[in-house]
């Protein structure tokens, strides 16, 4: 930390920079001021990041009030919802990208501090990845929930839009239903109400203290999300004045808290790969097995949709992030410091909300006594796989049945759509992985199929690709090594018998050791092209379990 000491406005080698800026509007005793970067997601085809375009001008006013300078500029921000099938190729490399455009248009224009304004499931991790990078002065803010479409029955929300896909082809819901479900279920701009990656990465990054507490989970409309929005403007130019960076609030115990956090509400698979590449851009230790030893003795006291009924502004309504913060007191690093002043553990002595317990549990009561998360190994596996177990239903947590395969996530949608799944299957989609896919699709509509078709209770669905974090079912991603690299599940055949325990944490093919490095060496692979951004991708991408970096292998020195 050190006291901030800008450009100097006044230096005659930098009339350049002092020229092209006045021509933007500003004056030249404006830049003797901190010149506060706004690093804004805003885009019209994302509900998640639409109202960031408003949102930013609270900001400014905010950074203007406290004597900075704002100043805005934009990087991608893809929906991984709209991004289905080929889009999906393009999402988890774009984490990178999002994060190198952000860092090389930072560096390049120097600014003093920076607002990263994201909400989404690569936009929020990608941020992070560069603001760990950069190293200067950061606050984040998001933009909040949607609203969910209410009626007489219940509340909807996006995984009931994706479940009804499954409910369609089996004729459970009628044509009628059907097109009132697209129409009305995404019912306002604002993140999906679903505890989902998207969720997840935004209270992770409020977590480790760089994000206003419940910035994520109010309502994206609500006046607080305003006045939020003011203070972090106010406060980021006060964090630039006192030269306090990334890495003066955001340490190893930050990451931990975060992580545990994720752990104790049923957070998304996704977050491993997320958390893992953010450790790795700041020096820190922490794959696939360290991930799982860290949230291993956390308890799961919260889930949310699609995990239960409880949807994003219910988990608000109930005592928000800082009740679930102050249930696992116990196990989080009471001294990480938080941006927006103080540390974890003034944070949690003044909170005083009223917390509904039958929404958010205690320690002594939890839904589950380790975490939401289960980390597998076995033969199919060797590198580890992860279910989010707090998403399967316990009569699925031991399952064994014979292979079917697939070696794309088309092949299996044709599959699924055909009704040719039969109860009982174990579901292999291989070379779906990052470099086999390229870009290690989610089998997100496929897995909401499974439900809305009832075969969730029945079957179970293994990929060396991943899952939404709105996924839920005996949805298995992440197995390391991937197809594409000659991993053990290239060898699986239809009808071998695979069997799955969550609870021993194991998931075994039936078939030999000899058997399979036989068959590996006559695996053939799939016409998977990658051509442009996907050939560098598949080239440079590393393991799953590391968290699938590509532009980042050495993280930040």
Known sequence: MGQWKGRDADNPQEAYWVGLMNSCGYRVKDLHKPVIGIVNSYTDVNPGHRPLKELANFVKEGIWAAGGVPAEFNVPAPCDGMAQGEGMHYILPQRDLIAGSAEAMVNAHGFDGLVFMCSCDKIVPGMLMAAASLNKPTLFLTCGSMMPWETQERAFVTPDLKESIGERAVGAISEETFTEYREKICHSCGTCSMYGTANTMGVFAEAIGVCPIDSTTM????????????????RIVELTREGVRFRDVVSEGSLKNGLRHIAATGG??????????????????????????IQRDVPCIAKFKPSSKYNIYDYYKAGGVGATLKAIERHLDRAAKMAMGGTMGDLLGRFSRAVDPAVIHSESDPLYPDGCFAVLYGNIAPGGCIVKKSGVDPEMFHHRGPAVCFESEEDLRRCMIDKSVKPGCV????????????GMREMSIPAAMLVGMGLHKSCAMITDGRYSGATRGPCIGHITPEAWDG?????VRDG????IDIERRSIHLEVSDEEIARRLENVKKPDHPAKGVLAAYRSMVESVSEGCSWLYHQGAK
């Open 268 to 293: 998304s698979t996704n977050a491993q790969l997320h958390v893992c590449a953010l450790a790795k851009v700041m020096g820190i230790k922490l794959d696939i097995g360290d991930f799982d030893a």
């Open 427 to 438: 579901l292999v989609i291989k070379y779906e992985g990052p470099k086999g896919g390229p």
């Open 219 to 234: 309502l994206f409309c609500s006046s607080g999300k305003y006045k939020q929005a003011r203070d972090v403007g106010e």
């Open 487 to 491: 991993g053990p599940i290239a060898a």
């Open 496 to 499: 071998d018998m695979i069997e």
